[in-house]
């Protein structure tokens, strides 16, 4: 009997995400999820993905699958999202032809998976090591956005050098903790420009920018326009 599997891969960050046997796994760039056989799975609309659903009795296939945890951080995610696009872009047929590409983008999209777990480069490795640990330096990012966060108190956090944590986020996110902490605080700006009539030098604070000037340039900066320029054009779509 096939076991079932299904791989989700994020390219962006979004406010939803999966929950997996109850625990909630937010789609977060550079990041990857997977529901294994028998688990109970709920969609946390709204989000973006790229998935793909594995059904397959190779036992060798299944231990690769069953080792990687529900969440992991993906540094060749852009790759598996770029293969994914192409195999859907092919003209669906009963063709044999037609299988034989599905099941070739499928094993290279499986091969980068395996790069994953199984890399000889030291700092995968060492990635990997640490993978729980970087989970909760991302996830402390979050959770605290208002409130000021150093690569020096990061580093602490995880119990490693500085310099040595810095390139430890950067291999496995694909940026480095201030773009990634910059990309949480831009977001949860967004929400805020979007739910409520707030005060922007109250947002500002609340998204842990130092001043209301700062946070408008960096939100121009990063989504080519200003937070009350970006409020009215996207509540004009609603």
């Not at 390219?11 to 995400?17: L, M, N, V």
């Not at 944590?165 to 773009?179: N, Q, R």
């Not at 831009?186 to 000037?213: K, V």
């Amino acid at each position: 009997m096939a076991a079932y599997y299904e791989l989700e891969f994020y390219g962006e960050d979004s406010i939803g995400g999966r929950r997996i046997d109850g625990d909630l796994y937010l789609a977060r760039e550079g990041h990857g999820t997977l529901a294994k056989p028998g688990q109970l799975v709920q969609m946390i609309l709204p989000y973006k993905c790229c998935f793909l659903n594995i059904a397959t009795q190779d036992p060798e296939l299944c231990a690769l699958l069953d080792h990687l945890p529900n969440s992991f951080p993906l540094w060749n995610v852009k790759e598996i999202i770029r293969l994914i696009r192409e195999m859907t872009a092919i003209e669906a047929s009963q063709t044999l032809s037609y299988r034989m590409q599905l099941q070739s983008y499928a094993c290279r999209i499986i091969a980068l998976l395996s790069q994953h777990r199984l890399s000889g480069q030291p700092m995968t490795k060492n990635v990997l090591l640490h993978q729980k640990t970087l989970l909760s330096a991302d996830a402390y990012m979050r959770q605290h956005l208002e409130e000021p966060i150093s690569l020096e108190a990061l580093a602490q956090m995880c119990n490693l050098d500085p310099t040595y944590f810095h390139k430890l986020f950067t291999a496995a996110y694909g940026m480095t903790p201030a773009k990634k902490l910059l990309n949480y605080r831009i977001m949860e700006a967004r929400r805020g420009l979007l739910a409520e009539d707030m005060p922007l030098q109250e947002l500002a604070a609340r998204c842990g920018f130092s001043s209301q000037a700062y946070f408008c340039y960096k939100f121009k900066q990063v989504t080519g326009k200003t937070p009350l320029q970006y409020r009215k054009e996207m509540l004009t779509r609603l």
